[in-house]
């Protein structure tokens, strides 16, 4: 036995295989099932020749299959390759080749995407298919590796009889890309599980003591309803699934978002953990309720958002709609995992992204390594400790600049700057490579984002640095409004002077019908310099202020 993912559910299984474990609509898998499925198609793998550490891509949107490949891959001890849904060939191709995968598991409907790309990569060996409703035509031209994923399940042994597995077996993790190719991020499967998964408590930073405790605090309480809404592409929603399962709870599963039926589902399998990605999932959410709303939702008990900017005007949304509910903003990444938490009240600080309270081995670092002391007011890096990635797949250069060693100790820092409060708490700026520097003075656009969006008329928004030939940037706003509202940049500006510095209010603004974010909420930076190069702006200020 050991601390993977496929050992920490199979424990849950073996202790409540009766319970539900994932639910859609009326389809349903109990533990018993989802182990029968899983294991069955965990064989299909090893009968087509994957091999511990072998990749297997897993192309789908958010459906009980989808789980069901993602449990069969670790049981197998390969290494699971999340593949974007809505990548384009060019990216597809990118992310085929640079894991190596040897085996793609897919929703039929991405079946041409999936053809067409296949040439150009030829460590894909095999193809398994989930039906999906569409009439798209499965086989490739010339090619006959496909089988159909209930085919491949009904073809196997649904008997758990692997081999031990390890702690060293691997977990990887694609990031989004938004500012370069996605990178794969190379985990050990015991670490990731001790930062993601609940194998070292939240709020007190203890470890899991055994690998049981999980599975036997959720079979001993009541179970826990958890929906995570992202995409399973983003790693927050995974392990969303895997601490559902861990610890014997019911994970609910729909492949599609809007911000109204997620009231409907939340109200049909009485959620009570609700995961989502800020305003960019937040936002609608809120606002498909009226105060008329006839919705039973007495069953939230937490509302949890990460890994996307959770603006002060919405958590605060969110408090008055649900009173006796815990509303968090939790920092992370795919290359330190979870970082700290903050629970969102009437009076917490607006200034700059969430303030947290990070764990143990989260700290924030000047450039020698050294740590910034609290309440200083210094700007840092954000770095983490302890349980951290091994390295970028296929790329030693960027492995090198993120995981550093200071004074013999190994840090995780992925470009997150962040200060360090009085009493300790850590409130997070932003990204670096996105910073904008306005002459001399540092500007984060997620702090700006979070200012504009108290604007009633700033549905959402991303924030970027253009030219300026005295400054070397001004601070830009691309701005979708509500209604085709076009609100004058002083009005604007009147609303972020209410929390920030005057250098920091933008000094133009562009109007557009919507903001381009990944499927994951996170926004689109490039695209977003990219609308200030195509046109001029709709209006724009004189130079920036300096105070």
Known sequence: MAYTIADLIEHAVDLVPDRIALESGDETRTYAQLEARSNALAHTLRELGVQPGDRVGLYSRNTIEAVESMVAIFKARAVMVNVNYRYVESELEHI?????????????????????????????????????????????AGREDTIGYEDAIERSSTERDFEERSDDDLYMLYTGGTTGKPKGVVWRQVDVWRVLGGGIDWYTSTPVADEWQLAREGADGGQLVRFPIPPFIHGGSQWAIFQALFGGGKAVVYPEFSGGHVWDVIERHRVN????????????????????????????????????????????????RFPNAIIIDAIGSSETGFGGLGVASKDSPHTGGPRVKADSETHVLREDGTRVAPGSGEIGVLARTGHIPLRYHNDPEKSAKTFKEFNGVRYSLP????????????????????????????????????????????????????????????????????????????????VVRKELAGYKCPRSVWFVDEIKRSPA????????AGITQERPADEALGAPEKS
């Open 96 to 140: 085929f080749t640079d894991s190596g995968m040897k085996v793609l598991i897919h929703e039929r409907q991405f079946c041409e995407r999936v053809c067409n790309t296949l040439p150009k990569a030829p460590t894909i060996e095999h193809r398994i298919a989930i039906d999906d409703g569409s009439d798209a035509t499965l086989e490739c």
């Open 415 to 494: 470009g997150d700057f962040a200060q360090v409060e009085e009493d300790g708490t850590i409130t997070m700026l932003g990204r670096g490579s996105v910073s904008i520097n306005t002459g001399g003075e540092k500007v984060f656009p997620e702090e700006v984002e979070g200012a504009l969006k108290a604007h009633p008329d700033v549905f959402d928004t991303v924030v970027v640095g253009v030219a300026d030939a005295r400054f070397g940037q001004r601070v830009a706003a691309v701005i979708a409004t509500r209604d085709g509202a076009r609100p004058k940049l002083a009005e604007l500006n009147d």
């Open 273 to 320: 953990v609700v995961f989502i990605t800020g305003d960019a999932m937040g936002r609608p959410m809120i606002e498909a309720l009226s105060e008329k709303d006839e919705h039973d939702l007495s069953s939230v008990v937490s509302i949890a958002s990460s890994a996307c900017l959770f603006s002060p005007s919405i958590k605060e949304q969110f408090i008055d």
């Open 521 to 528: 909420g996170k926004p689109d930076y490039r695209w977003g």
